[in-house]
Nanobody, 122 residues
Framework: VQLQASGGGSVQAGQSLKLSCVASGFTFDDLTIGWFRQAPGKERKGVSCMSVRYNNASYSHSVKFRFRISSDNAKNTVYLQMDNLKPEDAAVYYC????????????????WGQGTLVTVSS
């Protein structure tokens, strides 16, 4: 099982980035995928998650209405579109996966990808 996150970069406040998480070694439709972020000196926090099977979505309060999670089943990929980025969004972003069949995405994850760095300048 592997998760490959990419798409990070350095942007100015107000700009956008789109992160990708490619999953392999799973039946993609069985997966619940979460995006997390960790800023220097801070705890890792959940940002958004979705069940691929149910195509639902959940967002943290700080990113709701600015970020959008989506999936492309043909590419075994989950995306995180991040618009109107703010300096406080700067962090290393990780994707994680767990096999779930109930549509719930705010639980524990047991597979993690490497992080991708997002920096946002004001």
């Amino acid at each position: 099982v592997q998760l490959q996150a990419s798409g990070g970069g350095s942007v100015q406040a107000g700009q956008s980035l789109k992160l990708s998480c490619v999953a392999s070694g799973f039946t993609f439709d069985d997966l619940t995928i979460g995006w997390f972020r960790q800023a220097p000196g801070k705890e890792r926090k959940g940002v958004s998650c979705m069940s691929v099977r149910y195509n639902n979505a959940s967002y943290s309060h700080s990113v709701k209405f600015r970020f959008r999670i989506s999936s492309d089943n043909a590419k075994n990929t989950v995306y995180l579109q991040m618009d109107n980025l703010k300096p406080e969004d700067a962090a290393v972003y990780y994707c994680a996966a767990v096999r779930r069949y109930d549509g719930f995405c705010n639980g524990a994850y047991d597979h993690w990808g490497q992080g991708t760095l997002v920096t946002v300048s004001s």
